[in-house]
């Protein structure tokens, strides 16, 4: 007689990547005054629609087989080709190790190809790839689709204003970050 052993149940459910729980945007009212409360709920926004951006943009680029790390490594690649290694990982402010493993995959892929630096046998420069090229097509193309919808109802005047006030604010972050770092902090 055939055993008739229990097969797990597949769900569909498990197949798909769960949306990370929301937070409430709202912030804690204990001792806080208005402003207070409106910087802290700006900070929360902030956080939430760049999380729920890097979510969103890694769900659009999965059928494409590439992740929003090898996105962005190809991104700078096509600004800065030929780029040292080392010199790609300070730009993209990540470490030189996890930089490696990352151009190990594009490699692997065919994307890109490191090729010896002729004055530092060390040192490795990065190229872009035909293939790659193709696919940096293909990720513009999707991104600027991506952003019309992100974007969907602000207008070209918001838009500009939005890029001047999150830059000023990235200003000031790098320049407490460069203050930090003189500081020994």
Same mark, same amino acid.
Not at 56 to 75: E, N
Not at 89 to 99: C, I, M, R
Not at 140 to 147: Q, R
């Given at each position: 007689?055939?055993?008739?052993?229990?097969? +797990?149940?597949?769900?569909?459910?498990?197949?798909?990547?769960? +949306?990370?729980?929301?937070? #409430?945007?709202?912030? +804690?009212?204990?001792?806080?005054? #208005? #402003?207070?409360? !409106? =910087? *802290?709920?700006?900070?929360?926004?902030? /956080?939430?629609?760049?999380?729920? !951006?890097?979510?969103?943009?890694?769900?659009?680029?999965?059928?494409?087989?590439?992740?929003?790390?090898?996105?962005?490594? *190809?991104? /700078?690649?096509?600004? /800065?080709?030929?780029?040292?290694?080392?010199? $790609?990982?300070?730009?993209?402010?990540?470490?030189?190790?996890?930089?490696?493993?990352?151009? @190990?995959?594009?490699?692997?892929?065919?994307?890109?190809?490191?090729? +010896?630096?002729?004055? =530092?046998?060390?040192?490795?420069?990065?190229?872009?790839?035909?293939?790659? $090229?193709? $696919?940096?097509?293909?990720?513009?193309? $999707?991104?600027? @689709?991506?952003?019309?919808?992100?974007?969907?109802?602000?207008?070209?005047? @918001?838009?500009?204003?939005?890029?001047?006030?999150? #830059?000023?604010?990235?200003?000031?972050?790098?320049?407490?970050?460069?203050?930090? @770092?003189?500081?020994?902090?």
């Amino acid at each position: 007689m055939a055993s008739t052993k229990p097969q +797990p149940a597949v769900s569909a459910r498990s197949e798909r990547p769960r +949306p990370a729980p929301r937070r #409430s945007t709202e912030p +804690p009212k204990v001792g806080l005054d #208005s #402003s207070q409360r !409106r =910087d *802290i709920k700006l900070g929360y926004l902030i /956080h939430d629609v760049s999380r729920m !951006r890097r979510t969103a943009f890694d769900l659009m680029v999965k059928p494409l087989g590439v992740t929003r790390a090898q996105w962005w490594v *190809i991104a /700078h690649l096509s600004r /800065h080709d030929g780029m040292v290694q080392t010199q $790609l990982a300070e730009l993209l402010d990540t470490g030189k190790a996890s930089l490696g493993a990352l151009l @190990d995959r594009l490699e692997a892929t065919g994307f890109i190809e490191r090729r +010896p630096e002729p004055t =530092d046998r060390r040192a490795k420069r990065v190229f872009l790839t035909k293939s790659s $090229l193709q $696919l940096l097509e293909k990720l513009i193309s $999707l991104e600027s @689709d991506f952003n019309e919808k992100i974007l969907a109802g602000v207008t070209d005047k @918001d838009r500009k204003e939005l890029i001047r006030l999150l #830059s000023i604010m990235k200003e000031n972050m790098s320049a407490m970050c460069l203050e930090n @770092d003189a500081n020994g902090e």
